[in-house]
Nanobody, 123 residues
Framework: QVQLVESGGGSVQTGGSLRLSCTAS????????MAWFRQGLGKERERVASISGAGVTVYGDFVKGRFTISKTNADNSMLLQMNSLKPEDTAMYYCASRIVGYCSDATADYNYWGKGTRVTISS
């Protein structure tokens, strides 16, 4: 069992930046996919970004170059650098991982989830 713990959420104004961190309870296989999802109030959970076991990154269309996902060399933590934040980025952000190397945008495909960290962007 892998536990994922997110940190780094908070409240900033439009145009500000936040860096989210996800730490796994143990070193995950370097070949695993890890991803960030978010869920706004009354909305479905959607993939923000993911990084495959091979290091291939995919971003949601709404990111438009504002966010960067990365993993540490130890592969037991993951970062999401978010810049140029907008009020519509307000949501609960979740870290997720799946025990295969390739990623998916479907929440059902992920084996482990963190409890989330809240991001609030004020106008």
């Amino acid at each position: 069992q892998v536990q994922l713990v997110e940190s780094g959420g908070g409240s900033v104004q439009t145009g500000g930046s936040l860096r989210l961190s996800c730490t796994a309870s143990r070193v995950t296989a370097s070949g695993y996919c890890m991803a960030w999802f978010r869920q706004g109030l009354g909305k479905e959970r959607e993939r923000v970004a993911s990084i495959s076991g091979a290091g291939v990154t995919v971003y949601g269309d709404f990111v438009k170059g504002r966010f960067t996902i990365s993993k540490t060399n130890a592969d037991n933590s993951m970062l999401l650098q978010m810049n140029s934040l907008k009020p519509e980025d307000t949501a609960m952000y979740y870290c997720a991982s799946r025990i295969v190397g390739y990623c998916s945008d479907a929440t059902a495909d992920y084996n482990y989830w963190g409890k989330g960290t809240r991001v609030t962007i004020s106008s």
